[in-house]
């Protein structure tokens, strides 16, 4: 079996962040609340989260000022790196194509596609114009929905430090009747050494009730490949399931 572990949330770093992350600071007043929301992501929250760029970030980030793009490149040196792909190539177009961006877009509909094939969770950008514009966002995810791929977030680094403290009010906060709920959940969960046995208690249960005179919503059917689905996940894990693991609603 494998093994739970904790997961860093993937974020895909826009151009455009690591311009606000490395350039000077600003004496206007919007410009640099932005570059000090990009340092306070990078300086305080790195480590909560696997953030990620593109060949086509590496190429942006080489133009313009040269002492300025020697910072660019450090700032991204030790950050993972996503290649275009001809999957990504073609979201993009259709991303123009179907009017979800501009018709010369094609850089801020390459950046979304890369991060959207790669199945990341988040893309950060402070491109208001064509990636975190609230109402293009609409058309962006219904073409990638429509193309089979659930839509990656699109935000500013502001939306996404508010997440992180969310989360985090969330997790600390007291609240009894959770605290209670875990309690229960906690002392039923230790009476089964396996699944196998929380199944047959439950099975217990429901003939139980239905002696009762307790009325069950019929389950649905699986899926007709609902088998092979399985067999196949586990099959990519190692583990060879004996026959009486299998489903069975009887």
């Known amino acids: 079996m494998r093994k739970y572990t904790a997961i860093k949330p993937t974020v895909y770093v826009e151009t455009s962040v690591i311009s606000y992350l490395t350039s000077f600071p600003s004496r206007d007043s919007l410009v640099l609340s932005r570059q000090e929301t990009t340092r306070q992501l990078w300086n305080e929250h790195f480590d909560d ?18 002492s300025e793009v020697q910072q660019r490149i450090r700032s991204v040196d030790n950050l993972t790196i996503l290649q275009t792909t001809s999957t990504s190539n073609r979201l993009a177009q259709l991303l123009i194509d179907f009017g979800a961006l501009p018709e010369k877009a094609w850089t801020d509909a390459q950046h979304i596609s890369i991060a959207t094939v790669n199945r990341l969770d988040y893309l950060i950008s ?18 990638c929905r429509n193309a089979g791929y659930s839509p990656t977030n699109l935000c500013t680094p502001l939306i996404l430090i508010e997440d992180i403290q969310m989360k985090e009010k969330l997790d600390n906060q007291t609240d009894p ?41 019929p389950a649905p059917p699986p899926p007709p490949d609902f088998e092979e689905r399985i067999e196949k996940m586990y099959k990519e894990l190692g583990i060879v399931r004996k026959s009486e693991d299998k489903v069975s609603d009887e």
């Open 126 to 143: 402070w491109n208001f114009k064509h990636i975190v514009n609230e109402t293009m966002k609409e058309y962006i995810n219904r073409v």
């Open 177 to 217: 009747i959770l605290e209670e709920y875990f309690r229960m959940k906690e002392e039923f969960n230790a009476q089964f050494n396996s699944m196998e046995e929380l199944t047959a208690y439950l099975k217990e249960v429901n003939t139980q009730e239905k002696a009762r005179g307790r009325k069950y919503r």
């Open 49 to 66: 989260f696997e953030f990620i760029v593109s060949d086509l970030v590496v190429t942006e980030i080489k133009r313009g000022d040269e």
